[in-house]
């Protein structure tokens, strides 16, 4: 079993609407949970981290966290065609520290307008 | 704030050579930075965590003595890649934190190629 899994997609979504992007994770200790996006041939960009059980919400965009279940999701309103690339979970690697990230294989996400 | 920056962006390099890699924190003083790989379509993998003063941890599999690492103040650590290979030929990209609480600020990332 993979650490962090995602699914590749593509995920396409038409613009305006939600987009919702999941991930779950094996390490019951892992503590920190982040969301990069990444563009194609470039470096990933955090969008946004959860420590807690809940949601999280900064603009657009929502992370949920459900550490019972291990999973964690993202959640982007109004989506936009700007915001087609991959999205890439992480997570902190447990007893191996704070950050020291795991990353998942992202998933891609196509907005189109 | 939470710069990090990565030089060169891109570098072509004939097989046998040496490369290096500099990752600077220019706003920040970072005590510990990563240097992750990434093949195309693939996640991120580790391959070392620099820290300030003092030798890099590698992860399984990475050859320490290929991937030299060097943390030589807090707001640099460079990579070099020695004896570069083609299947060397990848993007690096390294990050760093500025506390032991604060996320990862990811550099914008090597693509090296190597003939």
């Known amino acids: 079993q993979k650490e962090v899994e995602q699914n590749s997609g593509p995920l396409s979504v038409p613009e305006g609407a939600i987009a919702s992007l999941n991930c779950t994770y094996s390490?019951?200790?892992?503590?920190?949970f982040f969301w990069y996006r990444q563009y194609s041939g470039k470096s990933p960009e955090l969008i946004m981290f959860?420590?807690?059980?809940g949601d999280k919400e900064d603009g657009r965009f929502t992370a949920q966290l459900n550490k019972a279940s291990q999973y964690v999701s993202l959640l982007i309103r109004d989506s936009q065609p700007s915001d087609s690339a991959t999205y890439l979970c992480a997570v902190n690697g447990g007893n191996t520290g704070f950050q020291k990230l795991v990353f998942g294989t992202g998933t891609r996400l196509l907005v189109s307008p | 704030g939470a710069v990090v920056s990565q030089h060169p962006s891109w570098v072509i390099c004939k097989s046998g050579t040496s490369v290096k890699i500099e990752c600077r924190s220019l706003d920040f003083q970072a005590t510990t930075m990563f240097w992750y790989r990434q093949f195309p379509k693939q996640s991120l993998m580790l391959m070392a965590t620099s820290n300030e003063g003092s030798k890099a941890t590698y992860e399984q599999g990475v050859e320490k003595d290929k991937f030299l690492i060097n943390h030589a103040s807090l707001t640099l650590s460079t990579l070099t890649v020695t004896s570069a290979h083609p299947e060397d030929s990848s993007f690096y990209i390294c990050?760093?934190?500025?506390?032991?609480?604060?996320?990862?600020?990811f550099g914008n990332g090597t693509r090296l190629t190597v003939t």
């Open positions: 390490d019951r200790g892992s503590q920190s």
């Open positions: 959860i420590y807690s059980n």
């Open positions: 990050s760093a934190v500025q506390g032991t609480d604060s996320p990862l600020h």
